[in-house]
C-alpha cells in the first residue's frame, strides 16, 4: 500500500489551446468578461458555459482566503415560483418547513423525489410574499418543479426568469460590494437578501456561496448589463486584488458542501448523506416524499456519505472520478471526490461506505487510477469550522 504518487496526477492546467463555443449551450451576460480574464477552460453545467479554469487552485485557494474573488456561476439556473399558491408549492417540493421563512430569508434545502431521493440541493430565496426563486446544482429539477405544478391544481406560475448570479466570496468580499452598493451591505444576515440596484442595475444580493467563507451572491436581474456589474465589482476590488477564480473545490470539501451529481443523486435520500439529516424537518406539510422519509428515519439507512483523508504527495487537481474504496482488501465503498488541502496539509474528499465502518478513523484503501493502493481514513464532515463561525462573520 502506497502514499499517493504524483505520477498519478491528472495535469494542473488544461492541455488544449482551442476551445469551440457552440450555439447549443448558453452563454451569461458575463461570459465575454471570463473570456477577458483569461478563463481558458469551461465545464457544461445546466445546459451553460461554466468557466472551469484561469490559473493555479492552489494560488486561487490562498486568494480565496486572503482577499476577494469573483465566480461567473450564472449556470446556477434560477427557478422561479410564483402567484397566489406559490408558497404551497414551494413548500411541497422540500422537506423543509418553508412556513418558517420569512421574505427576504434564504435556505439550503433539498428537492425530494417520492421515494425520498434527492432531485437537487438549491439555495432558496423568498424574494417576496408569493415569488420564490430556487437556485439550482446541476440537473433539470426546473422541469420536475413545472411537472408537479401542472398536476398540482394550485394557482402557480413556474418559469425560469432572465436572473444571473456571480459569486463574490472572501473575507474582503463585504468591503467591496460595500463600495458598490453602499452601507446596507452590512445589514445582510447569513442567508437573507437584500434587493437594491446600481446605476439602474436590478440585483438581488444573497450572504451565501459556495466556499464556507464570509460572501455573497449578486443575482443580476437585467443580462443586458452583465459586463457593468462586472466593471463595478473588480474597480470596488481592485485595491483588494480582486480576481476572477474557477469554483474553489478544496474550500467547499474543506466547509463540507457537496456537489450533487458527483457526491449524491436522486438515489440517494438525506439520511445517507452526513450533515444532511437535519433538513429532514418535521412539519404539518404533506411535502412530496414525506412517508418514505420518515420511514427511512425509523428504520435507519445501510450506507453514509462521510469524509475521507488520504496522507501523501498534494494533489494538485482534484479527482472527481468514482475509484473503489477498500477496508482489509475487500471492496467496501465509493470515493466521489479527492483534493489536496493547502491548509490542512493533507488530501481530503468524500466516500461511500457501509454505515458500520462509516465512523471517523476507519482504516482504508483508495484504488488509484494505475492500480496502485492509497492509504486513507474516514473523517467527520465538515473538515474545518463545524459551527460556520466563518461565514458568520466571527
Known sequence: MAALDTATRPAAKPTSSTLYFGPWYRRSPFFEKTLEAGCSAYDIYNHMYLPGYYADPVEEYWALLNGVTVWDVSVERIVEISGPDASELTNRLTCRDLTKCAVGQGKYVLITADDGGIVNDPVL????????????????????????????????????????????????SKDTLRKVFGPAID??????????????????????????????????????????????????????????IAPCEARRIEAGIFNYGSDM????????????????????????GKAALEEIRAKGVSRKLVGIEAPGAPLPFEIAEKRPVLNRGEAVGTLTDLIWSPRLEKNIGYVWLPIELSRPGTGLEIVAPDGDLWAARSAAIPFLDARKQVPLGK
Open 187 to 244: 445589514d445582510i444576515k447569513y442567508y437573507w437578501t437584500l434587493t437594491t440596484e446600481v446605476d439602474g442595475i436590478p440585483v438581488v444580493i444573497s450572504r451565501t456561496g459556495w466556499t464556507g467563507e464570509v460572501g455573497y451572491e449578486v443575482y443580476l436581474r437585467d443580462p443586458s448589463r452583465g459586463g457593468d456589474l462586472w466593471d463595478r465589482v473588480f474597480e470596488a476590488g481592485r485595491e483588494f486584488e480582486i480576481r476572477p
Open 265 to 288: 443523486t436522486i438515489a440517494n435520500n438525506p439520511f445517507e448523506v452526513m450533515g444532511l439529516e437535519r433538513l429532514v424537518e418535521t412539519q404539518e406539510a404533506d411535502y412530496i
Open 125 to 172: 430565496l423568498r424574494v417576496e410574499e408569493n415569488r420564490w426563486w430556487l437556485a439550482l446544482a446541476d440537473s433539470d429539477a426546473g422541469l420536475y418543479a413545472r411537472g408537479v405544478a401542472v398536476n398540482s391544481g394550485l394557482d402557480v406560475k413556474v418559469r425560469e426568469p432572465e436572473v444571473y448570479p456571480i459569486q463574490v466570496q472572501g473575507p474582503k
